[in-house]
């Protein structure tokens, strides 16, 4: 079925520490990926995007890493700031498609 | 100005009411969404609608019928609604398929 991340783990970091985000997604023809970050009460923000021609694409303190050959996605957030406190989507969007298939979440908690 | 916006914010009602969610965007976009979020934020796609047409449905039940008078509308509703169909739902649009989806602020709905 599909599938893009199985859990809601929460991550714990120190405030000014490095945050790496993960998530597995099951569709090898899926061509377009994108994190969202969602505060609580709020939609899902987008955040960083990439298509399947790139491995890295970095934006301001974000940095999204694709690896095809596993089917993996990361998001690596430097010096984590309290602001970025939230729960962290993955999605993914099949070639062709409309569709964006969603991951469980990652909730990011930054300590002070 | 709100790029995706969703009313109501807050629904409350009783079983076998019908209910309906409205959703305006003013990106310009050519495509809408209708997602909903669990108790345990899974996000889970329910439609996708391309310049008005229907182009994706998700083994919604037919209880849930969207309706799209334009290109800048997807509104939702439901019919007979049970306690199962409690969740946030949320509006999103997308200038097409090769670009990010914009969300509105979710729908927070409770049936009682």
């Known amino acids: 079925g599909e599938s893009v991340g199985l859990h809601l783990p929460t991550l714990s970091v120190q405030e000014g520490d490095n945050s790496i985000i993960n998530c597995a997604y099951s569709?090898?023809?899926?061509?377009?990926f994108i994190w969202y970050k969602q505060e609580s009460g709020k939609g899902p923000q987008f955040i960083i995007d990439?298509?399947?021609?790139?491995d890295k694409r970095q934006g301001q303190r974000v940095t999204v890493l694709l690896n095809k050959t596993v089917k993996h996605l990361s998001l690596q957030i430097a010096a984590t700031q309290p602001g970025d406190s939230a729960v962290y989507f993955c999605a993914e969007r099949g070639s062709g498609t409309y569709k964006y298939i969603f991951g469980t979440g990652t909730r990011l908690k930054v300590l002070a | 100005d709100t790029a995706v916006s969703q009313t109501p914010k807050y629904l409350v009602t009783q079983m076998g009411n019908d209910k309906s969610i409205k959703c305006e965007q003013n990106?310009?976009?050519?495509?809408m969404y209708w997602y909903k979020q669990d108790s345990k934020k899974f996000l889970k796609i329910m439609f996708s609608y391309n310049n008005k047409e229907l182009i994706i449905n998700e083994t919604v039940p037919n209880r849930f019928s969207p309706k799209s008078p334009d290109k800048a509308h997807l509104n939702l509703h439901i019919n007979s609604l049970e306690l199962g169909d409690s969740a946030v739902y949320f509006c999103?649009?997308?200038?097409?398929?090769?670009?990010?989806?914009?969300f509105g602020q979710g729908t927070r709905l409770t049936v009682v």
């Open positions: 990106l310009g976009h050519d495509t």
């Open positions: 990439i298509r399947s021609n790139m």
């Open positions: 569709n090898s023809a899926s061509d377009y």
């Open positions: 999103a649009s997308s200038q097409d398929s090769h670009t990010e989806a914009f």
